[in-house]
């Protein structure tokens, strides 16, 4: 009869202390588990409910229809011995989306793995911050306050449903919620808008999407100025949030003028999931 190859390696006690144990991988289950803010989650599971891996997936833009982005993490104890694809496989299996995206630090364990499984280097990403403590308040309202022939800034929050229009968001009654939509229009036609999504407590950083400016409104700093709104807004709305993040394509230069800062670069990969 034949037996699964046995292989050891180390777990670690709270106190630093490694464990060293007997483990066939054949034995971690791969199960789908509840994810929260609209994210599908799976856990690679060792026997007695250690936690090896986890991937999840969730919209790369929360507004409208977007391309879901993959986060696959192995414990570093349990890495290099199949978790993180076996984790992917189920990710594959079980979602419809034909295309994945994934977010890696250039020349990382997660460049290699995205490589080994086909995904392509689509483009590089900016990470930026923006902390409330640096903000100077009163500029941040003059740029708030200043006129734009013909234009109007709006405000929506509440909860994002699945892939939501930013139209129909605007339509609909604000509620609370840990989202935070800016929005400006020309007698009710959407001409730009910025998306912030506040995490669960104790969280107390925000994700930022956007600004996009429609086209037909560009070179009029709209961008800016709904930026600006967007960073005002959420910190009257969510007193405890003491930092923005954002993710733009290289050469994105308007946050910086807003007081964002660089803090590091990836490379967003691209895949079919058949
Ligand atoms: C990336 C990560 C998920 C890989 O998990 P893993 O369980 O070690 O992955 P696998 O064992 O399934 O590796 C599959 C293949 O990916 C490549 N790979 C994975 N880690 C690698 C590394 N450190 N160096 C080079 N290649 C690597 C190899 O081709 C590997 O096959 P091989 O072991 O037969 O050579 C893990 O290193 C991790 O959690 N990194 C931090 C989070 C991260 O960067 N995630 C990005 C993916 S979205």
């Known amino acids: 009869m034949a037996y699964p190859a046995v292989r050891s390696f180390a777990l670690f006690r709270a106190d630093g202390h490694a464990i060293v144990v007997s483990m066939s991988e054949p034995l971690i289950d791969i199960v789908p ?3 929260h803010l609209g994210a599908a989650r799976w856990q ?3 026997p007695r409910g250690a936690v090896a891996g986890v991937a999840s997936l969730r919209p790369i833009i929360p507004v409208g229809p977007s391309t879901p982005e993959l986060t696959v993490y ?3 104890a349990w890495r290099r011995r199949g978790i993180g694809s076996r984790l992917l496989a189920a990710v594959r299996a079980q979602v419809a989306e034909p295309r994945l995206v994934a977010d890696v630090v250039p020349g990382s ?3 290699a793995f995205c490589q080994r499984h086909g995904f392509r280097h689509a483009r590089s990403r900016r990470h930026h911050l923006l902390t409330y403590c640096d903000v100077h308040r009163a500029w941040l ?3 708030v306050d200043a006129e734009h022939a013909g234009y109007r800034l709006t405000h929506w929050t509440g909860d994002l449903p699945d892939a939501p229009r930013v139209e129909e968001l605007l339509r609909s009654p604000s509620r609370p919620g840990n989202a ?3 929005a400006v229009d020309a007698d009710g036609d959407l001409a730009a808008y910025a998306v912030a999504v506040v995490g669960v407590l104790p969280e107390t950083r925000a994700q930022q999407w956007g600004p996009a400016v429609l086209s037909g409104h560009r070179g009029r700093r709209l961008g800016r100025w709904v930026n600006a709104a967007l960073i005002q807004r959420l910190s009257e709305v969510h007193p405890h949030v003491t930092g923005i993040e954002t ?3 290289e050469g994105d230069r308007h ?4 007081g964002f800062r660089l803090v590091r670069r990836t490379h967003l990969y691209v895949s079919r999931s058949t």
């Open 33 to 35: 588990v509840s994810g």
């Open 44 to 46: 690679a599971v060792a």
């Open 74 to 76: 192995v414990d570093p």
């Open 109 to 111: 364990p997660g460049e």
């Open 141 to 143: 309202g003059e740029l």
């Open 180 to 182: 935070l939509l800016t």
């Open 247 to 249: 993710a733009t394509a």
């Open 255 to 258: 946050l910086q003028d807003l």
